[in-house]
């Protein structure tokens, strides 16, 4: 089969491009014929598939204007017997009949219900276009050749109660077995997050200023905005009073793998639509605490590791209690409950599912 495949940018790490790069591996070893649209020319080298890029570099700010654009790749795609819209973006079919897949990372609220009235001049321009086509796609939505995969049950029922829209569940991948041999664990916690305002990292710092203990952020910065998140957040270490606080950011996989091999807890500040390193924590044999909410009830299946949402307190207790070893009791079935998150459980779904809509 030909596959179109859309999404905006490669080459900034993080979940959703993981499940980019999985779903390329996945189709290409089932002998598909694989075309990638992108809005930036990647920054990592795709041999095995074609890509066309709309720009030929990286395009690192206006992202509202990249999120239009990447809207627009399935008039590239219109040729392709199947597109899929990996990055959870909104999107389209060119040609009359043709299917596509939205693997859904969020429900589409932010797209939906932003009110641009308040723009005038400029930023009117810049916001009416993209919020114009999220009013087309929601409208068309419910068209039977628009096929979602939720990447959540949060999410499935989201899509469902908003839109009145059937979807399935797959996993994102995320690769468990990595972390499979036995790891010396330290008394430190990490974080793992993009350097972005909805992460909430203020609230982490905030939460282990008074712990005793080593903590580390890892993230990316792949826009200017991430890097001024990043300049704020090192500002407010640096004017706190506690030490042993760390912030990484864009360093290379190896390094992000190590760091949890070697921490004994790791910290979420934020709601997930799923949440890939929450996982990646868990098979990595850390005790995960994140907030009570979204779909952390699904990856944390253990009340007692979820803290209230924004509870410095509730959360700083269960940060010691973690590093004291009270929860160690929960890591083998904490480890038993992240099967259905591997890679090749998501690699088989998504092409089982995939071979059906196509046969």
Not at 46 to 60: D, E, G, R, W
Not at 66 to 76: D, G, N, V
Not at 143 to 167: C, H, M, P, T, Y
């Amino acid at each position: 089969m030909k596959i179109g495949i859309i999404h905006g940018f490669v080459g900034g790490g993080g979940g959703t491009e993981t499940t980019l790069l999985t779903l390329i591996d996945a189709l290409v070893e089932h002998k598909h014929t694989v075309n990638l649209y992108t809005v930036s020319k990647p920054t990592i080298q795709l041999p095995k598939i074609k890509v066309q890029s709309v720009f030929p570099f990286h395009l690192p700010a206006f992202g509202l204007y990249q999120r239009y654009l990447e809207s627009k790749l399935t008039e590239k795609a219109q040729n392709d017997d199947l597109i899929i819209q990996v990055s959870g973006g909104l999107a389209i079919p060119n040609r009359k009949g043709q299917k596509i897949i939205i693997y859904c990372h969020h429900d589409f609220r932010n797209e939906t219900e932003k009110d641009i009235t308040k723009y005038k001049g400029v930023w009117s321009a810049y916001y009416k276009p993209y919020y114009t086509l999220s009013q087309k796609f929601v409208s068309q939505i419910g068209d039977e050749n628009i096929i979602l995969v939720a990447n959540s049950r949060l999410i499935q029922d989201s899509l469902k109660d908003r839109f009145g829209k059937d979807s399935i569940v797959i996993y994102p991948p995320v690769d468990v077995d990595m972390f499979k041999n036995d790891m010396n664990k330290e008394p430190r916690v990490l974080t793992i997050s993009r350097y972005s305002q909805e992460k909430n990292l203020e609230f982490a710092i905030d939460a282990l200023n008074e712990i005793d203990t080593q903590y580390t952020i890892i993230g990316n910065t792949k826009t200017r905005v991430n890097e001024l998140y990043y300049e704020s957040l090192s500002t407010k270490i640096k004017n706190g009073k506690s030490t042993g606080k760390t912030l990484l950011k864009n360093i290379e996989r190896s390094k992000v793998i190590d760091n949890l091999k070697r921490s004994k807890v790791y910290f979420h500040a934020s709601p997930e639509t799923f949440g890939i390193s929450v996982v990646e924590s868990i098979a990595a044999g850390c005790i995960p605490i994140v907030p009570n909410n979204s779909a952390h009830v699904e990856t944390v299946p253990f009340d007692v590791l979820r803290y209230e949402p924004n509870d410095k307190r509730d959360a700083k207790e269960k940060i010691k209690k973690a590093l004291s070893g009270e929860y160690d009791n929960l890591l083998t079935q904490l480890r038993n409950s992240i099967g259905a998150y591997g890679k090749d459980t998501f690699k088989k779904s998504m092409t089982n599912f995939i071979e059906n809509i196509g046969s």
